[in-house]
């Protein structure tokens, strides 16, 4: 398997309402990526950890989403206030086994949580 | 930023035929290209990948092909089955750019029994 284990593996919540989703990685990964699924569109990069630091989140929509990876082990995404374009599935992944300077190499991903506002 | 464009977005195939799929992207820096399968409601899963120092690469009836000079790779599936049906999705990133991947719109191929 991947390693990278999400949950919920969904979640329906109205307009308005805060969402949580969450990543855990097996340890020893310092990179984690988040990336969203929109509508059946291609999956598009929202930010990257290494270890607990925001490497790069210039794929986060804008600041109603959150994302914190404490200790450099398991991340969470939040949402607050979700709209409906927000809909969609997100996808947790890991970098291979090592440290943020072993790069270039494969990203394994979660099973994604779908997340539908309604 | 970068940008991969895939294509087509959809494919036909009778099982037993080839089956391609190209990408073309837009950042010269870009130096590794995995090729991810997606089956219904399941996880990305990694399936070949390339990197920039060699231009083919093999696995079973799965080959990839890149090309430098014209900034674009292909995914090739030989004597497709029926559980190559998915979608395929062509990624590119740039190691010095934190590895984040840029995907294509992703392809779905239906092989047909």
């Known amino acids: 398997e991947a390693g990278v284990t999400q949950f919920p593996s969904h979640s329906v919540i109205e307009k308005g309402q805060t969402v949580t989703l969450r990543c855990d990685p097996i340890s020893g990964h310092d990179n984690l990526y988040w990336y969203r699924r929109v509508m059946g569109k291609e999956i598009k990069f929202l930010l990257h950890?290494?270890?607990?630091?925001?490497?790069?989140e210039s794929g986060m929509p804008n600041n109603r989403f959150l994302a914190e990876r404490t200790g450099g082990t398991y991340s969470t995404l939040k949402v607050q206030p979700a709209e409906l374009e927000d809909s969609g599935v997100y996808f947790c992944a890991r970098g291979a086994i090592g440290t943020a300077s072993q790069l270039n190499t494969e990203a394994f991903f979660g099973q994604g949580t779908r997340l539908t506002v309604v | 930023g970068e940008n991969v464009e895939q294509h087509p977005s959809t494919l036909s195939v009778q099982e037993g035929d080839s089956a391609v799929i190209k990408c073309t992207y837009s950042?010269?820096?870009?130096?590794?290209f995995p090729w991810y399968k997606q089956e219904l409601g399941k996880r990305p899963q990694l399936i070949i990948d390339i990197r920039s120092n060699v231009g083919e690469k093999k696995d079973q009836r799965i080959a990839v092909t890149l090309n430098k000079t014209a900034k674009h790779f292909s995914l090739h599936i030989t004597e497709t089955q029926p559980e190559d049906s998915a979608v395929y999705f062509c990624?590119?990133?740039?190691?010095?750019?934190?590895?984040?991947?840029?995907f294509g719109g992703g392809t779905r191929v239906l092989v047909k029994p």
């Open positions: 950042d010269s820096a870009s130096n590794y």
């Open positions: 950890f290494v270890k607990e630091s925001k490497q790069d």
């Open positions: 990624a590119a990133s740039i190691a010095a750019a934190g590895n984040k991947l840029t």
